[in-house]
């Protein structure tokens, strides 16, 4: 049986045997509802339906929602069966802290009885998905910022920049700025990052962006009936990216950071990393995004800037699921290497194992 590869995010965990030229065959929302069962003492005309996050900003928050989630995913989903558990692979967030480590990796051989484990950076994995071990990944997900230099298939660790800012701020930005223009709208936080995705670009420079004043009006109907119009919001989410302080936060913009983090690796290593750059998450394949980060790269380096596009054979969706199917390739080799984690080692050596085996 294939080893099973899971992408846990803030906002979609996605799933999978290992077939790193197909989607995941799972992509499911990360929120949970709880539900109440037979005997709780809950008066049901007072209950309001209560929503779990056992991923919080990219790590894990709620070990039990998690580990109901993975028995979800694992033997529903995926068609584990009972006692005959495989091979698992996770991908690791940039700087995920040593304690949750270890504790998914405790789930994983004592809750779940997995034969094999292995765990991975999704900056490398990102990296592996479009055929590379050298580069830079700018990854902007729900909850998070992640920009990571690998080299030969290594997290520079001391250059690497988290910031806990992703797509689920995008869409409250969003949300504030179209309660302006709609001030008698009642929108859903759903809703709103449902025009996030279908209206939401960049504009062609900061300039560009000053002058969206007289864009296009567009009008759409919400599901409820009322009709709201969406004009220069659009731009604002995108903006808010090379912007911070749009958010309200005093930090350089997501190419300068780039550039930050990028300087701060032996210069001979500067070239490999600029010739090399992956963008990925949700937020990336924003309209206008790729060609808006290319033009301030090449304004903020003497040295052009080239982003890696996703080879023909990969599905479409890579820049989405990059870390995915770059563990799918990762595990076709760790796990027939015998370069993984066995129950024999766990119960030998305990959770630290991972740091010494997963790196």
């Known amino acids: 049986m294939e080893a099973v590869?899971?992408?846990?995010?803030?906002?979609?965990?996605?799933?999978?045997?290992?077939?790193?030229?197909?989607?995941?065959?799972?992509?499911?929302?990360?929120?949970?509802?709880?539900?109440?069962?037979?005997?709780?003492?809950?008066d049901s005309t007072t209950f309001e339906e209560v929503t779990v996050d056992p991923i919080v900003r990219g790590f894990i928050k709620d070990w039990d929602a998690m580990e109901?989630?993975?028995?979800?995913?694992?033997?529903?989903?995926?068609?584990?069966?009972?006692?005959?558990?495989?091979?698992?692979?996770?991908?690791?967030?940039?700087?995920?802290?040593?304690?949750?480590r270890e504790q998914l990796v405790q789930m994983m051989f004592e809750t779940f009885n997995v034969s094999g484990f292995y765990a991975s950076e999704q900056a490398v994995l990102s990296l592996y998905a479009v055929g590379r071990i050298s580069g830079?990944?700018?990854?902007?997900?729900?909850?998070?910022?992640?920009?990571?230099?690998?080299?030969?298939?290594a997290v520079q660790h001391i250059a690497s920049k988290r910031f806990e800012i992703g797509g689920v701020d995008l869409t409250n930005l969003l949300a504030q700025e179209l309660q302006k223009t709609n001030p008698h709208a009642q929108i859903d936080i759903n809703e709103v990052e449902k025009l996030k995705e279908r209206y939401a670009c960049c504009a062609e420079d900061?300039?560009?962006?000053?002058?969206?004043?007289?864009?296009?009006?567009?009008?759409?109907?919400?599901?409820?009936?009322?009709?709201?119009?969406?004009?220069?919001?659009r731009y604002i989410v995108g903006e808010a990216l090379f912007q911070p302080s749009i958010l309200g936060i005093?930090?350089?913009?997501i190419v300068d950071q780039l550039f930050r983090s990028i300087s701060s690796v032996s210069p001979e290593l500067h070239r490999q990393l600029i010739d090399n750059i992956v963008l990925c998450g949700g937020t990336a394949s924003m309209t206008g995004f790729e060609d808006r980060f290319q033009k301030e790269a090449i304004l903020c380096s003497f040295m052009r800037p080239s982003l890696v596009k996703p080879p023909e054979y990969m599905p479409e969706n890579l820049p989405k699921n990059s870390a995915w199917m770059g563990g799918a390739i990762l595990?076709?080799?760790?796990?027939?290497?015998?370069?993984?984690?066995?129950?024999?080692?766990y119960d030998e050596t305990g959770p630290t194992i991972v740091h010494r085996k997963c790196f």
């Open 68 to 100: 109901d989630l993975l028995r979800h995913v694992l033997y529903t989903g995926l068609g584990w069966e009972m006692g005959e558990e495989g091979q698992i692979l996770f991908t690791d967030p940039l700087s995920t802290p040593k304690s949750v």
């Open 250 to 253: 005093e930090e350089y913009g």
């Open 206 to 233: 900061q300039s560009s962006f000053n002058n969206t004043q007289t864009c296009q009006k567009e009008k759409h109907t919400l599901p409820d009936g009322q009709v709201i119009t969406v004009e220069r919001e």
């Open 5 to 42: 590869v899971v992408d846990a995010g803030s906002k979609l965990l996605k799933a999978g045997f290992a077939s790193p030229d197909q989607d995941p065959t799972l992509i499911i929302p990360t929120k949970m509802k709880r539900v109440v069962e037979d005997g709780d003492m809950v």
């Open 331 to 345: 595990a076709k080799v760790v796990f027939p290497q015998n370069q993984h984690i066995t129950k024999a080692e």
């Open 136 to 153: 830079c990944t700018v990854d902007i997900g729900h909850g998070k910022i992640d920009i990571a230099p690998v080299c030969e298939g």
